[in-house]
């Protein structure tokens, strides 16, 4: 069962600082990068390359997969690494991993959208406090269990209170079953208490928590699953939008 799944007295048979080229390690070093924003949106790392805000790094430093090859980014001036990862858990924690092994960095700002499971607007920012761990990543890295605590939410959310940010908080339910989020599953989770759903939270945590990382998670809300599907912002925020929730994530490194 994959609930018997962690053993923490048991060396994986990956490392991944042994998987990553030495080349790769080597080239990363002059970067000093210690803390990196992980995004999912290509249109969003093109526009900030667009305005001047990103640069590249060595050629040597790409992260990815036999699928794709994704190049590292930093904002200028700043020891702030930015990488486009990829969608769900799997993906996105092998993306910590490697990123950690390569550069040393500590901490992780993830922001990308979700799905509102109860009456939310449309672009509205949320701050998970607990995650239901409906996806396969997490149960290696932690002991069994339906939830996961967002460790820093609660340093996240005294930020935005600086910032004088908006958001709401609440827990999300992580799914890798992005076609298979039934009515049943909905009424479950929100009867729980989860007022959003996304694909990563729960796994990046569990991850963070087991290589001693620290992660500062946030969302926004795209589209409803309240009553009947409907799409709203999915796919389709204004750039505008975008680059606003970057920016966030940029104070949010400044000040941790």
């Known amino acids: 069962m994959i609930t018997d799944s962690f053993n923490p007295d048991s060396r994986e048979l990956i490392d991944p600082g042994k998987a ?13 990068i210690r803390t990196f924003i992980l995004v999912f949106s290509h ?6 390359v667009k305005q001047g805000v990103l640069e590249i790094l060595d050629s040597e430093v790409s992260f990815g997969s036999s699928a794709m090859k994704n190049p590292v980014y930093r904002i200028k001036g700043t020891y702030t690494g930015v990488l486009l990862t990829g969608i769900g858990a799997a993906m996105s924690a092998a993306m910590v991993e490697e990123l950690h092994a390569a550069f ?8 990308g959208s979700c799905g ?20 396969g990543i997490s149960y290696h890295y932690a002991e069994a269990g339906d939830y996961i605590r967002i460790r ?39 009867s729980e208490g989860c007022i959003c759903v996304e694909m990563e ?11 001693g990382l620290e992660l500062y ?6 589209d409803s699953l309240s009553g009947n599907w409907t799409r709203r912002i999915l796919g389709n925020l204004e750039m505008d939008a975008r680059t606003a929730y970057f920016v966030l994530a940029e104070k949010i490194a400044e000040r941790i």
């Not at 990553?20 to 000093?32: F, G, H, L, Q, W």
């Not at 040393?104 to 922001?111: E, L, S």
């Not at 939270?201 to 290589?211: I, K, P």
């Not at 998670?217 to 795209?222: I, T």
């Open 20 to 32: 990553i080229p030495e080349k790769t390690i080597e080239a990363a070093k002059k970067y000093r």
């Open 43 to 48: 249109k969003l790392v093109d526009e900030l």
């Open 104 to 111: 040393n960095c500590r901490n992780f700002i993830v922001f």
């Open 116 to 135: 509102a499971l109860v009456e939310i607007p449309e672009g509205k920012l949320i701050v998970p406090v607990e995650a239901y761990r409906d996806e």
């Open 152 to 190: 820093n939410a609660e340093k996240l959310t005294k930020i935005f209170d600086e910032l004088g940010v908006e958001y709401v908080s609440g827990k999300t339910w992580t799914t890798d079953a992005f076609y298979r989020e039934t009515e049943a599953e909905r009424d479950r989770r929100v």
């Open 201 to 211: 939270c729960s796994a990046l945590q569990a991850v963070c928590n087991f290589r």
């Open 217 to 222: 998670q946030f969302v926004y809300a795209a």
